[in-house]
């Protein structure tokens, strides 16, 4: 890319600061991004976009038609916060007590919305179309399943999807990549043993539910063990054990709770019938019976290899083959994986750690932040991905 082009997605740097912490001040959590939904819109409508808001209840589309024909691609954010008090002491901490940006999608929106004041500058050399997806609630709401089944990768159709997660295990100025399984199933189960209550002086006289679950704890983490390929990936983990109410009390029941994460349909199928015949096998044993709850979660995400390898290409050209990296998969969750059922595209990783600053904390902590060069770095590698996708030769 022209030297120019670079020199105006780093003069953006101060309006992506303040953009970036305005709202990150002022955290909405799943399908109440009103205020963030707002400040979107009033940004996209100001670079001349077609604006459609209510998606999914706060969600926002922007499309910019280019001025001459060609595919479609999309580009997506997520905009909600979580159910977290903040403990960084930033100036820029969140103001709603209780709700933190402590995932990064305050810098998501914040880039992509860089994205759209850098094309919407050069409309005219646009082949194609490019379609700009703010959606809520990813955290745990399934927002973006919503979006699909509302069609938003229709009218136009989309051709292709591209989004980007900063990242706090890469240094910033790194990218990561996920060649084809990208993040895990995050289903999740409860199972209830029923036995029969009693005096803890006289087990014999009742079923005791502890035992059974001490039995089954034990047998259901053996499942990923011994009944996935090794090569294959699987996480199977117990979260919650309630039961009783007293030390000398045998209760009637025990509840397990506990999340599968799987990356592929085979496996995630697999470990869902394991899960019920284990759990049956041990009730049995102990005369008792069970119920048993397992609840899909989002699916696994899966890049589009020849997708995942053209973001690859197009961060290279701008940042070095070094600083690109293709990435182990993560077993955690991300609903863009409905987007990629749908159309081809990648999802992928920008680096915000910086040591030196003290950025070192994972998602989900009090304590997240992240490197603001990831603000015009990110905005520069979408840009970089659309230019090669819409084969626009800005570059």
Request: charged share 25%; glycine share 10%; with cysteine.
């Amino acid at each position: 890319m022209s030297n120019s082009f670079q020199e105006e997605i780093a003069s953006m740097k101060d309006w992506l600061v303040e953009i970036r912490r305005t709202i990150h001040m002022h955290p909405e959590l799943m399908f109440e991004e009103v205020e963030t939904a707002k400040l979107v819109s009033a940004w996209l409508e100001k670079f001349g976009l077609e604006v459609k808001t209510g998606w999914a209840k706060t969600g926002v589309v922007g499309l910019l038609p280019g001025g001459k024909k060609g595919k479609t691609v999309a580009i997506r954010a997520d905009m909600d916060a979580l159910p977290l008090e903040e403990a960084t002491q930033l100036p820029y901490a969140s103001k709603i007590k209780g709700k933190m940006h402590a995932c990064g999608h305050d810098a998501h929106v914040t880039i992509l919305l860089g994205v759209a004041k850098f094309f919407s500058s050069i409309r005219e050399q646009v082949k194609g179309n490019i379609k700009w997806i703010f959606q809520p609630a990813e955290e745990g709401g399934g927002g973006g399943r919503v979006m699909v089944e509302e069609g938003v990768l229709e009218n136009p159709k989309v051709d292709a999807i591209f989004g980007a997660h900063v990242f706090p295990d890469l240094p910033m100025g790194k990218v990561g990549i996920h060649e084809r399984e990208g993040l895990a199933a995050t289903d999740r189960f409860r199972i209830k043993i029923l036995g029969k209550g009693g005096h803890g002086a006289y087990p014999h006289l009742s079923k005791d539910p502890i035992l059974a679950a001490g039995h089954l704890i034990t047998q259901i983490h053996s499942i990923v063990s011994r009944n996935i390929n090794p090569l294959d990936r699987a996480v199977l983990s117990i979260g919650k054990v309630n039961g009783g109410t007293a030390f000398n009390i045998i209760p009637d029941e025990v509840e397990l709770w506990g999340t599968v994460r799987s990356l592929s349909p085979r496996v995630r199928e697999r470990l869902k019938v394991r899960l019920e015949q284990t759990t049956q096998g041990v009730a049995r044993s102990f005369d008792m019976d069970y119920q048993y709850e397992f609840e899909d979660g989002y699916p696994a995400l899966i890049n589009d290899p020849p997708m995942s390898h053209l973001v690859a290409a197009a961060c290279a050209q701008g940042i070095g083959k070094e600083n690109v990296e293709f990435i182990n998969p993560s077993m955690g969750g991300e609903d863009f994986a409905y987007y990629l059922q749908k159309v081809p595209g990648s999802f992928f990783r920008l680096g915000c750690r910086n040591e030196k600053k003290g950025i070192i904390h994972s998602f989900h902590s009090s304590l997240f932040n992240i490197d603001e060069d990831v603000l015009p770095f990110g905005v520069e590698m979408f840009v970089r991905i659309i230019d090669q996708y819409l084969e626009l030769k800005l570059i």
